[in-house]
């Protein structure tokens, strides 16, 4: 099992919806969690980090579920540069000598239709 | 803000070369990583390191070394290149909880 799960999609959306992902982590000992906003060709960025009470950034809202071990990020009012691929991380587990290490999901990739 | 540079944006090698991929980071950060991103598999940790001369490996460090002699630059050796490392390698580095990725190496070998 992957330590950090998430639907690859696509996901073809209309301009103006409303999308969700879902992503499952495995290491209930993951103690920071964050999206990555990953463009074509281009490199991951920091899209935004989750917290426990859930956050919210203009139209995007991360949300944290220890209980189940799933993050989500919702985007309202889609526009067409959403369209990226979104990364789900991990933070927490560690390594040899007790260095924290960031575990990437695959990603999910979304497309925003005119 | 932050600047990660990675020596080649693209570069094509044969079997059996040695190839030596450079990261530069401009903010004094200490740890420095290298992820390598294929298709359906995300982003894999090679390794990564905490100080000079300092070295972890991460999930994946089987064909690879890596340098660190100076704070800000963090090298990764392919000793003897083979066709199943033809990827994208990723350079990052971490300030506070972020991470600050370089614009990446697509690397094929032939």
């Known amino acids: 099992r992957k330590e950090v799960e998430q639907d690859p999609g696509p996901f073809n959306v209309p301009e103006g919806a409303t999308v969700a992902f879902n992503c499952t982590y495995s290491?209930?000992?993951?103690?920071?969690f964050f999206w990555y906003r990953q463009d074509c060709r281009k490199e991951p960025k920091l899209l935004m980090s989750v917290y426990s009470s859930g956050n919210e950034d203009g139209r995007f809202t991360a949300q944290l579920n220890r209980a189940s071990q799933y993050i989500s990020l919702l985007i309202r009012d889609s526009k067409l540069s959403d369209s990226a691929t979104y990364l789900c991380v991990a933070k927490g587990e560690l390594s040899n000598f007790g260095n924290e290490k960031l575990t990437f999901g695959t990603g999910t990739r979304l497309t925003i239709i005119p | 803000d932050v600047k990660v540079t990675q020596s080649s944006r693209y570069l094509v090698k044969r079997t059996g070369e040695k190839v030596f991929l450079e990261c530069v980071q401009d903010?004094?950060?200490?740890?420095m990583f290298w992820y390598r991103q294929d298709p359906g598999l995300g982003l894999r940790l090679i390794y990564f390191s905490y100080d000079v001369k300092m070295k972890e490996k991460g999930d994946i460090p089987e064909g690879y070394s890596v340098s660190r002699e100076k704070k800000e630059r963090f090298s990764l050796i392919l000793e003897s290149a083979s066709t199943n490392q033809t990827s994208m390698y990723l350079c990052?580095?971490?300030?506070?909880?972020?991470?600050?990725f370089g614009p990446g190496t697509r690397l094929t070998v032939l």
């Open positions: 290491n209930s000992a993951s103690q920071s």
């Open positions: 990052a580095t971490t300030g506070g909880l972020r991470q600050f």
């Open positions: 903010m004094d950060h200490e740890n």
